[in-house]
Nanobody
Framework: QVQLVESGGGLVQAGGSLRLSCAASVRPFSRYVMGWFRQAPGKEREFVGAISWSGGSMYYTDSVKGRFTISKDNAKNTLYLQMNSLNPEDTAVYYC?????????????????????WGQGTQVTVSS
């Protein structure tokens, strides 16, 4: 059974930074496209970014480009989301996800239905 466990969320002031982690039990970790999504209260789940199985390619939604960075450590089976210059609009529950059907990085990775497994989410709150 695949398990994804996010951590690293919390309360931060606008302009601050947080790094989220996602520990994954999926095997082999290095062979899956992985993504980050978020959901704010009263809003639909939103794509944040995705990373290729090798970690060499990333794709981000426009609102986080230049501020967020996705990375992965295949040796530790862990996915990361470094978030800088946070603003209150970034407040949401953040989810990591794994796709067994995606093989390339691009706009298609923004489709939540392409992901098979999801974590339980971690809350990020940015105060103004």
């Amino acid at each position: 059974q695949v398990q994804l466990v996010e951590s690293g969320g919390g309360l931060v002031q606008a302009g601050g930074s947080l790094r989220l982690s996602c520990a994954a039990s999926v095997r082999p970790f290095s062979r899956y496209v992985m993504g980050w999504f978020r959901q704010a209260p009263g809003k639909e789940r939103e794509f944040v970014g995705a990373i290729s199985w090798s970690g060499g390619s990333m794709y981000y939604t426009d609102s986080v480009k230049g501020r967020f960075t996705i990375s992965k450590d295949n040796a530790k089976n862990t996915l990361y989301l470094q978030m800088n210059s946070l603003n209150p609009e970034d407040t949401a529950v953040y989810y990591c996800a794994v796709s067994s059907v995606l093989h390339t990085i691009g706009a298609i990775t923004a489709t939540a239905e392409k992901y098979d497994y999801w974590g339980q989410g971690t809350q990020v709150t940015v105060s103004s």
